[in-house]
Nanobody, 124 residues
């Protein structure tokens, strides 16, 4: 199993970025996946998820600005981020599975099995 994020960087307030997560080693099309993030000094939080049989989930703070999607043919998951705000600054991880807020708060974002290595997004 491998997940490799890309697309992070420095972007001005109100700008856009598209994060990509290249996946391999598991049945991509039918696996629940999502994006999580952790800002410095803050708790790990789920940003958006793709769960089988459900509409995409978005954390309240990103609704209407972020869009999660995936390309089964290319085995890539995306996070389109528009109208970025300073508070979106964080390390973003793609992850296999759906995680509760309490689990994320207790366990944090880094060093997780079946997660990517993270990509930094800085909005200023």
């Amino acid at each position: 199993v491998q997940l490799v994020e890309s697309g992070g960087g420095l972007v001005p307030i109100g700008g856009s970025l598209r994060l990509s997560c290249a996946a391999s080693g598991f049945p991509f099309s039918t696996t629940d996946m999502g994006w999580v993030r952790q800002a410095a000094g803050s708790e790990c939080e789920s940003v958006a998820t793709l769960e089988q049989g459900h509409i995409p989930y978005y954390e309240d703070a990103v609704k209407g600005r972020f869009t999660i999607s995936r390309d089964p043919a290319e085995k890539v998951m995306y996070l389109q981020m528009n109208n970025l705000k300073v508070e979106d600054t964080a390390v973003y991880y793609c992850a296999i599975g759906i995680y509760s807020p309490s689990w994320l708060r207790q366990n944090g974002c880094s060093g997780k099995r079946y997660w990517g290595q993270g990509t930094q997004v800085t909005v200023s």
